[in-house]
T-cell receptor, first 113, second 114 residues
Framework: KNQVEQSPQSLIILEGKNCTLQ??????????LRWYKQDTGRGPVSLTI???SENTKSNGRYTATLDADTKQSSLHITASQLSDSASYIC????????????WGAGTKLIIKP | ETGVTQTPRHLVMGMTNKKSLKCEQH?????MYWYKQSAKKPLELMFV???????ENNSVPSRFSPECPNSSHLFLHLHTLQPEDSALYLC?????????????FGSGTRLTVV
């Protein structure tokens, strides 16, 4: 069964610290993996999209990694800011005829001053 | 603003009411989607429209009725809802041939059924 599991479910860190969020998936065949940021009361906003051949992709202070062999991805946030408080969602697209998006439940990140 | 506009932002309705959610995009995208987001659960795809034609109905109860009059507008008509239908309803759009592009989401409608 195609699934995306994220950990931790929630995380609290101090402003200025770094953190890493994890995503494990069992989706096959795999097309691409996306990370979205969702602020409270808003829709998700795309941070990165990585295809099978990409190992690392950065977007400012956000760096996503992908290990297609172990089917794991991580999102690393450097020098966190209060505005990073949000839910971070991992999404995997299948490469079958349906091209489905399999969504994770998200990690809720809280940055404290 | 993301380019996808949803109205209303908040809606409280009784179980016997009829209401509609509206979504509008002027990004030139040809595909539009309705998603349901419940607390601590993954987004659930409800409906997909490509070039105004419904291409996916993810076993959604008939009390939810979508309408797509053109590629820029999408509606979700609601009637005789249940309290468990309370959730954030998100509209999204994507460009033609989307496989390696992200979806653009609206801010959602927070629906409460009483």
């Amino acid at each position: 069964k195609n699934q995306v599991e994220q950990s931790p479910q929630s995380l609290i860190i101090l402003e200025g610290k770094n953190c890493t969020l994890q995503c494990n998936y069992t989706v096959s065949p795999f097309s691409n993996l996306r990370w979205y940021k969702q602020d409270t009361g808003r829709g998700p906003v795309s941070l990165t999209i990585m295809t099978f051949s990409e190992n690392t992709k950065s977007n400012g202070r956000y760096t996503a990694t992908l290990d297609a062999d172990t089917k794991q991805s991580s999102l690393h946030i450097t020098a966190s800011q209060l505005s990073d408080s949000a839910s971070y969602i991992c999404v995997v697209r299948t490469m079958d005829s349906n091209y489905q998006l399999i969504w994770g439940a998200g990690t809720k990140l809280i940055i404290k001053p | 603003e993301t380019g996808v506009t949803q109205t209303p932002r908040h809606l409280v309705m009784g179980m016997t009411n009829k209401k509609s959610l509206k979504c509008e995009q002027h990004l030139g995208h040809n595909a539009m989607y309705w998603y349901k987001q419940s607390a601590k659960k993954p987004l659930e795809l409800m409906f997909v429209y490509n070039f105004k034609e419904q291409t996916e109905n993810n076993s959604v109860p008939s009390r939810f009725s979508p309408e797509c009059p053109n590629s820029s507008h999408l509606f979700l008509h609601l009637h005789t809802l249940q309290p468990e239908d309370s959730a954030l309803y998100l509209c999204a759009s994507s460009p033609p041939g989307e496989t390696n592009y992200g979806y653009t989401f609206g801010s959602g409608t927070r629906l409460t059924v009483v």
